[in-house]
Protein backbone atom coordinates (compact mmCIF):
# COMPACT_ATOMS: atom_id res chain seq x y z
CA UNK A 1 0.00 0.00 0.00
CA UNK A 2 1.47 3.55 -1.05
CA UNK A 3 -0.07 7.23 -0.07
CA UNK A 4 0.37 9.67 -2.46
CA UNK A 5 0.60 13.79 -1.87
CA UNK A 6 1.59 16.10 -4.06
CA UNK A 7 2.52 19.66 -3.40
CA UNK A 8 3.86 22.76 -5.90
CA UNK A 9 1.02 23.74 -8.06
CA UNK A 10 -0.46 27.55 -8.09
CA UNK A 11 -0.35 30.19 -10.79
CA UNK A 12 2.30 31.02 -13.47
CA UNK A 13 3.09 33.00 -15.91
CA UNK A 14 3.41 31.58 -19.71
CA UNK A 15 7.79 31.15 -19.76
CA UNK A 16 7.98 30.36 -15.95
CA UNK A 17 8.69 26.99 -13.80
CA UNK A 18 7.06 25.35 -11.18
CA UNK A 19 8.10 22.18 -9.11
CA UNK A 20 5.80 19.30 -8.15
CA UNK A 21 6.79 17.36 -5.57
CA UNK A 22 5.15 13.71 -4.21
CA UNK A 23 5.58 12.74 -0.44
CA UNK A 24 4.58 8.62 -0.50
CA UNK A 25 4.08 6.60 2.74
CA UNK A 26 5.27 3.11 3.06
CA UNK A 27 8.47 1.12 3.02
CA UNK A 28 8.10 -0.42 -0.38
CA UNK A 29 8.21 2.99 -2.25
CA UNK A 30 10.94 2.12 -3.78
CA UNK A 31 9.81 -1.10 -5.27
CA UNK A 32 7.54 0.78 -7.64
CA UNK A 33 7.57 2.85 -10.80
CA UNK A 34 5.79 6.45 -10.85
CA UNK A 35 4.07 8.83 -12.60
CA UNK A 36 2.79 12.41 -13.31
CA UNK A 37 -0.17 12.55 -15.09
CA UNK A 38 -2.35 15.63 -15.99
CA UNK A 39 -5.61 16.01 -16.45
CA UNK A 40 -6.87 19.18 -18.59
CA UNK A 41 -10.38 20.62 -19.07
CA UNK A 42 -12.60 18.17 -21.07
CA UNK A 43 -9.25 16.34 -21.83
CA UNK A 44 -8.64 12.54 -21.39
CA UNK A 45 -5.98 12.22 -18.37
CA UNK A 46 -2.50 11.40 -20.09
CA UNK A 47 1.19 10.44 -18.40
CA UNK A 48 3.45 13.44 -18.55
CA UNK A 49 6.51 11.87 -17.53
CA UNK A 50 7.53 8.43 -15.67
CA UNK A 51 10.50 6.92 -13.91
CA UNK A 52 11.30 3.60 -13.32
CA UNK A 53 11.42 2.00 -9.61
CA UNK A 54 15.76 2.84 -9.81
CA UNK A 55 15.59 6.18 -11.76
CA UNK A 56 16.97 4.48 -14.94
CA UNK A 57 14.47 4.61 -17.07
CA UNK A 58 12.16 8.00 -17.98
CA UNK A 59 9.41 8.71 -20.42
CA UNK A 60 7.97 11.95 -21.13
CA UNK A 61 5.25 12.99 -23.56
CA UNK A 62 6.27 14.43 -26.68
CA UNK A 63 4.57 17.77 -25.69
CA UNK A 64 6.73 18.05 -22.57
CA UNK A 65 10.12 16.45 -23.68
CA UNK A 66 12.96 19.44 -23.21
CA UNK A 67 11.01 21.32 -20.62
CA UNK A 68 9.73 18.66 -17.86
CA UNK A 69 12.35 16.87 -15.84
CA UNK A 70 11.20 14.06 -13.61
CA UNK A 71 13.07 12.89 -10.44
CA UNK A 72 12.99 10.17 -7.77
CA UNK A 73 14.52 10.07 -4.18
CA UNK A 74 14.16 6.87 -2.76
CA UNK A 75 15.61 7.75 0.31
CA UNK A 76 13.48 10.31 1.27
CA UNK A 77 10.29 8.41 -0.42
CA UNK A 78 9.88 11.05 -3.21
CA UNK A 79 9.31 12.25 -6.77
CA UNK A 80 9.42 15.30 -8.33
CA UNK A 81 8.50 17.18 -11.69
CA UNK A 82 10.43 20.10 -12.55
CA UNK A 83 8.38 22.19 -15.22
CA UNK A 84 10.17 24.86 -17.09
CA UNK A 85 8.88 26.81 -19.85
CA UNK A 86 5.68 26.35 -18.61
CA UNK A 87 2.50 26.82 -21.82
CA UNK A 88 -0.77 27.66 -21.07
CA UNK A 89 -1.56 24.59 -22.56
CA UNK A 90 -0.11 23.27 -19.82
CA UNK A 91 -2.84 24.16 -17.36
CA UNK A 92 -4.64 20.87 -15.88
CA UNK A 93 -4.65 18.98 -12.70
CA UNK A 94 -1.72 17.20 -12.35
CA UNK A 95 -1.41 13.59 -10.38
CA UNK A 96 1.27 11.53 -8.13
CA UNK A 97 0.89 7.85 -9.12
CA UNK A 98 3.03 4.52 -8.35
CA UNK A 99 2.68 1.17 -10.03
CA UNK A 100 4.00 -2.07 -9.72
CA UNK A 101 5.89 -2.15 -13.00
CA UNK A 102 7.46 0.36 -15.46
CA UNK A 103 5.36 1.08 -18.67
CA UNK A 104 6.18 4.83 -20.32
CA UNK A 105 2.58 6.08 -21.42
CA UNK A 106 0.60 3.48 -19.86
CA UNK A 107 -2.24 5.20 -17.18
CA UNK A 108 -3.28 2.57 -15.55
CA UNK A 109 -1.39 2.62 -12.08
CA UNK A 110 -2.35 1.28 -9.03
CA UNK A 111 -2.24 4.00 -6.35
CA UNK A 112 -2.77 7.70 -6.51
CA UNK A 113 -2.22 11.28 -5.24
CA UNK A 114 -5.20 13.76 -4.68
CA UNK A 115 -4.16 16.09 -7.84
CA UNK A 116 -2.79 19.46 -7.54
CA UNK A 117 -3.73 22.02 -9.75
CA UNK A 118 -1.48 23.89 -12.08
CA UNK A 119 -2.49 27.55 -14.21
CA UNK A 120 -0.45 28.80 -16.81
CA UNK A 121 -1.51 32.13 -17.65
CA UNK A 122 -0.37 33.56 -21.25
Known amino acids: QVQLVESGGGLVQAGGSLRLSCAAS????????MGWLRQGPGKERNVVAS????????YYAGSVKGRFTISRDNAKNTVSLQMDSLKPEDTAVYYC???????????????WGQGTQVTVSS
Open 26 to 33: GRTFRSYA
Open 97 to 111: AARSSFSGDDVKYDY
Open 51 to 58: ISWSGGTR
